[in-house]
């Protein structure tokens, strides 16, 4: 009975091991799974991988339009898209995204590169 | 590849498994697979001294096969989840629950067998 | 005397998950005890049939929150002996590591929800502020703090540095040092021996044929632990099921504790010897054939059957979790007991009803 009462005793004695959370956080590790970010697109070739190793087929990609697209409602943040991106181009994010009012899906467009112009053409 | 797996009848099921509890082994579980040629392969899991025996019986869909929850109690709720999900019709086990253990009233039937699914809309005919 | 029927559950203070138990009674005594359970069956082996067996690695991890590392490493070692690769050494080891560190993170889990069952508030804080210096490991590691997805098929997908070993190895100590303050009160306190002493016996014979499987059939005196096969490096590693002979509430919980210090033995042993090299091996080729993969789990032993076909898409995956093997324990447990005890036995069982129900 008394080898909890010492057990309180040293609980009150010491510190707390909660946080006042929203005023005080905890950093996140290194490499942690938070949420899958992003792509930078402009890197981005399309080949769609992520897509098909993607085991709650979050990430649709268009190779036509040029888009890549995360639901991230459906993402269950395994991280094997970022492993499997032959370009490197997907981001996770350490922190975990927070709570949403509504669903939605994050669409990144490849804007068509500008065409360059030819040197000695004269434009009217 | 499964060690000790001998293919057996329905017929000789319930001998075996009394041979098993007489051997002291112990019941794991059991497995069914749908073979996609419209028979079913049910596997029996034993063990003793974390070593496996195995024994396989191939039946038609729908077919009768008796229930070893009689010998080994434990089976009851393996034998209720494969007459539910693959529609194996298991005479005996020692509490029925008449296919409504993980299936509700409205549920697709036998879900685990590979089977044409046709979804009906409300208004179509 | 006339009989009555009680449900219990699906939703109860003791139960984190729903399981529908009717009781029927004889005054404060229980009769008969029928379950009820598919309030959580979501069909993932119906599923893992549509997906690639690459991908099938993160659904086996989410069929229970609380054994993820262990359900993907059987699943991994099916799929590994079904294609006959070999698993590096290091990758052997890292496996252990982390599924000792769930096995306590597990334990400790289930102590705290058993201090809570029998209404001992600030024991249940004690054990879960423990546990949370083993998920802050799992997150520092692996990235996540339960669902880990630290396997991959031929290996794994992390690797733990050296410094990183020495934090584990000295964080296990510090869980040791904290533990060996909560344990006299599971053992000696007169309250909390009066909840579990002598309550809900399962003798060795009733246990081994209704095939109990882990702490339920270790604290029977049955001696049983997967982990004796050697599967991944517990053959490398110097190991001794632990095995109560009571069979009572008390024995099952004696075992879980010990077993925590074990596994901080095990974490131990393993970072002191584990060998340098690759983490995982590329993996070609489909599987084909039939095979049956067991490893034990916190709560037991989980076999899974594979069938493969030659294609990306398996046949046909089964699960075995150890609560469907302990539940028809249960029902033989729970006849002549008071009904004030029937969350403290429910609860010895450690019931995971979405591993059950998948």
Known sequence: MFDMISNIFKNLSSKPATRKYPFEKRETFKDSRGSVKGVDIDTCIFCGICARKCPSDAIAVDRNSKSWEIDPFKCVVCG????????????????????????????????????????????? | MIENLT??????????????????????????VDNGDET???????????????????????????????IYFCALLVENEMKELFGINITNIAIDYGGHMLLSDDDLESPMLRQQITIERKGDK | MPKTIIPFGPQHPVLPEPLHLKLVMQDETIVEAIPAIGYVHRGLEKLTETKEFTQNVYIVERICGICSFMHALTYCQGIESLMGVEVPPRARFLRVIWAELHRIHSHLLWLGLLADAFGFESL?????????????????????????????????????????????????????????????????????????????????????????????????????????????????????????????????????????????????????????GEISVPVKGFPKGEVVSRVEQPRGEVLYYMRGNGTKNLDRLRVRTPTFANIPALLQMLPGSQLADVPVLILTIDPCISCTER
């Open chain 2, 40 to 70: 079913l392969d049910v596997i029996y899991h034993f063990d003793k001294d974390l070593e496996m025996k195995n024994f396989k019986i191939r039946v038609q869909k729908g077919a009768e096969v008796p229930s070893i929850s009689k």
């Open chain 2, 7 to 32: 293919d057996i009848s329905v017929e000789q099921l319930l001998t075996e498994a009394h041979n098993m509890l007489f051997d002291d082994y112990r019941f794991i579980t059991a497995t069914c």
């Open chain 3, 124 to 276: 249940f804080m004690q054990c879960w502020r423990n546990r949370e210096k083993v998920m802050d490991i799992m997150e520092e590691t692996c990235g996540s703090r339960v669902i880990i997805s630290g396997n991959t098929i031929g290996g794994t997908r992390r690797d733990i540095s050296s410094e990183m070993l020495v934090k584990i190895s000295s964080v296990a100590d510090e869980i040791r040092d904290d533990l060996k303050r909560v344990e006299p009160v599971f053992f000696n306190d007169y309250t909390v021996k009066h909840r579990l002493v002598g309550v809900g016996v399962l003798e060795r014979e009733k246990a081994y044929v209704l095939g109990a499987a882990g702490p339920m059939a270790r604290g029977s005196g049955i001696r049983q632990d997967l982990r004796m096969t050697g599967y991944a490096a517990y053959g490398e590693l110097d190991f001794e099921p632990i095995v109560e002979t009571d069979g009572d509430c008390y024995a099952r919980t004696m075992v879980r504790l010990k077993e925590v210090y074990q596994s901080i033995e095990l974490i131990k042993q393993a970072a002191s010897i584990i060998p340098e």
């Open chain 1, 80 to 124: 094997v898209c970022a492993e499997v991106c032959p370009k490197k181009c997907l981001f996770m994010d350490e922190q975990y995204s927070a709570s949403a009012y509504s669903k939605g899906k994050n669409k990144f467009v490849q804007q068509p590169k500008p065409a360059e112009e030819e040197p000695g053409k004269v434009s009217a």
